[in-house]
């Protein structure tokens, strides 16, 4: 995925009257440097400035103000690399609109647990976090012995044990804990 949000903007005015005077801009960037390049004296970005075409992970409309945009792209920026090098795999089969949550969640959806990845290694992480009562009364020998980590595993992923997910990707194990967004 890529980090980038540009948008390509015209003088609302002039290119009605047939002037091109326009522009790609990197965000975040202030509404004064927008309108300085594009030869707008004042007023409001979304009266003033045109949007001809943007490039961004997420879907722009007219009516994203710039206050928000220039948030969402620093949300963006700020992501860790795990999420965004993976984010197509994590979002896969969610809607459109699922990575604007992410960014106002500030990625706390998602979270790597270290030291997990299979099923087998995030059964005995699922039993130590849920079960602690279990493997502190002395049960943890029989566990290793007769409980099958692996299936358990699967079972709660399957289920979204407590609205949870979890994803294997290149060796990592990432949680989504729906409860976190937004």
Same mark, same amino acid.
């Given at each position: 995925?890529? &980090? ?6 015209a003088n609302a005015k002039e290119y009605n009257q047939g002037k091109r005077i326009s522009k790609w801009f990197d ?7 927008? @309108?300085?390049?594009? $030869?707008?004296?004042? =007023? ?16 722009? /409309? /007219?009516?994203?103000?710039?206050? $928000? ?8 920026? *700020? ?16 809607? $459109? ?6 960014? @106002?969640?500030? =990625? ?11 099923? /087998? *290694? ?15 009364? =002395?049960? !943890? ?9 692996? !299936? ?7 289920w979204s044990f407590e609205g949870e997910n979890y994803y294997f990707i290149d060796g990592m194990c990432i949680q989504?804990?729906? !409860? &976190?967004?937004?």
């Amino acid at each position: 995925m890529n &980090r980038e949000v540009r948008l390509y903007l015209a003088n609302a005015k002039e290119y009605n009257q047939g002037k091109r005077i326009s522009k790609w801009f990197d965000l975040p960037i202030a509404k004064e440097k927008i @309108f300085g390049e594009l $030869e707008i004296q004042e =007023g409001d970005f979304q009266e003033e400035c045109l949007l001809l075409a943007y490039e961004s992970p997420f879907k722009i /409309t /007219t009516d994203n103000s710039l206050k $928000e945009l220039n948030y969402l792209a620093e949300k963006l920026k *700020s992501l860790p690399n795990w999420i965004v090098n993976n984010f197509e795999s994590l979002a896969e089969g969610k809607e $459109e609109d699922f990575l604007i949550e992410v960014l @106002f969640s500030d =990625g706390a959806c998602f979270q790597k647990i270290e030291e997990v990845n299979d099923y /087998t *290694s995030l059964g005995k992480f699922l039993v130590k976090k849920h079960f602690s009562s279990v493997i502190s009364c =002395g049960f !943890s020998p029989f566990l290793e012995s007769f409980f099958d980590y692996q !299936s358990f595993a699967k079972e709660c992923n399957d289920w979204s044990f407590e609205g949870e997910n979890y994803y294997f990707i290149d060796g990592m194990c990432i949680q989504f804990n729906q !409860s &976190r967004l937004m």
